[in-house]
């Protein structure tokens, strides 16, 4: 069921349904407290969802562009720098570089380590500052270092595939929507409410605590949650292959 933020008059929103659940009202649960209890919940599923999606990559739907973010690859320039994306959103991860040659035609960039190879690699810090046509590149703290050392520039050269942090709420924020699947709308709702039942002690907060475990799941108990089980099914496109089991004559 598709959910929006609040609905004040038929108290059918999230904020609306944690009210009912709870039995709290704004003197005992201000909305400032359940707003960053929503966003907790936010965050939560982003990394369940990022963490269980296959080859269609998880993003809140509520961004406005892609998660790829372009720079220019300047020559002489090995390091550059992300924290955020174009819009100011905090960047997660880098899965993907691709890097343009000199005729703006782009290639893949192979993932090299530059702080555990040991002897492999050592292009990035043996000192030669070799320059050419980038083939590596390397992950440390929040930027990109590239080998060889591209001797050109080009403009938005550098093509950088992201996870990023969600789109989140704000008390004013009435008729938004979670950016994720729909069917996964009423965890926001579940998981502000079971920890407030279980800070208060309320009588419910086992059964809030078993509604929280539905969507969660606990993979030290083999238990799939309902975020995983949605989002490591989304790609039905892609051909399921089946593999012979070989069987010796012997």
């Known amino acids: 069921m598709s959910l929006v933020f609040s609905a004040s008059a038929t108290k059918s929103g999230i904020v609306d349904l944690i009210y009912r659940y709870t039995g709290a009202d704004t003197t005992k649960y201000p909305l400032s407290e359940v707003v960053s ?3 907790a919940a936010v965050d939560r599923l982003l990394a369940l969802a990022i963490r269980s999606s296959g080859s269609w990559q998880y993003d809140d739907s509520n961004h406005t562009d892609y998660p790829i973010i372009t720079t220019d690859l300047v020559s002489g ?10 819009q100011g959103n905090l960047i997660l991860d880098i899965y993907r570089v691709m ?7 782009f290639y893949d960039l192979e993932l090299a380590d530059q702080q ?3 002897g492999r690699n050592i292009g990035f810090v043996d000192g030669q500052e070799i320059t050419g046509q980038p083939s590596k590149y390397d992950k440390t703290a929040n930027g990109i270092f590239l080998d060889a050392i591209p001797n050109y520039s080009y403009t938005n050269g550098i093509k950088i595939f992201i996870n990023r942090e ?3 709420f704000t008390s004013s924020d009435t008729t938004k929507k979670p950016g994720f699947d729909g069917r996964l709308h009423e965890y926001l709702v579940v998981r502000p ?24 799941g606990d993979e030290d108990r083999g238990i799939t949650g309902l975020i995983e089980s949605v989002y490591s099914k989304r790609s039905k496109d892609e051909p399921t292959r089946i593999l012979t089991k070989y069987r010796s004559s012997r």
């Open 77 to 86: 320039q090995r390091d550059y720098s992300f924290t955020t994306d174009e």
């Open 116 to 118: 555990n190879q040991r």
């Open 37 to 39: 209890d929503v966003n």
């Open 166 to 168: 969600a789109s989140y």
């Open 193 to 216: 409410t079971a920890y407030y039942a279980q800070r208060k002690g309320l009588d419910n907060a086992d059964f809030w605590s078993n509604e929280l475990l539905k969507y969660e």
């Open 99 to 105: 890097v343009a040659n000199s005729n703006g035609i």
